[in-house]
């Protein structure tokens, strides 16, 4: 389990595995314990930065010394009050989930399921995905700025160079510049990077 201070710090994927959310038995614990120590002994900082050896451990076991009495005797309304309050959410939740569950028509089954079909999700988006079209227009692109170099070869070399290039890529049909077909996959081209950038975006979401 990953704690909830700092699961901000693990993309979607890993806290799908391992948020306190989605393990069984967690409820609403954190899992930051350590976490609620160290807030409180961070204050011994300032009086301990200058201190001999010998006054570090004096400070350090006193603060925790009665940090546990105080704990302990505060145990018992500590697990009151947080027995009465997971009976209440036990209560209202359920109702809620009730509601939710007959208005979307799902059961209880279906939810360990959306989990799984996000892993997938998530999963195929490690791999960009195949366009074959825009690598073609990308290829003819890289063509083109190549060609502009040699445009005072002959003609007959440039036309041969392309018609290599083309057959190479499986051209079918020359696609005129400024042309219907080359501006819709020049723009698909473009927005590449745009898609790209969601997909990583998509991988860091946190909740």
Known sequence: MVGAFHRHAHNRKCQLNWHPMYIPGTGHSEGEGCEHIFSASNALARGTQHASMFHWHQVIEQHFAFWNDDKYAALSNFLWNHYYEALKSVHTLTV?????????????????????????YLDSLKQPPTRDQICIINQLRI?????????????????TGMAHVEHQLAVEGQWEIGGNKYNRFKMEACLGKYRTALDDLEHLVVM
């Open 143 to 159: 063509c083109w700025d190549s060609m502009r170099e040699f445009a005072n070869n002959a003609l007959t070399g440039i036309a």
């Open 96 to 120: 809620e989930l009730s509601a939710i569950k007959a208005e979307l028509d799902i059961t209880d089954d279906d939810f360990p399921q959306y989990i799984l079909q996000e892993c997938a």
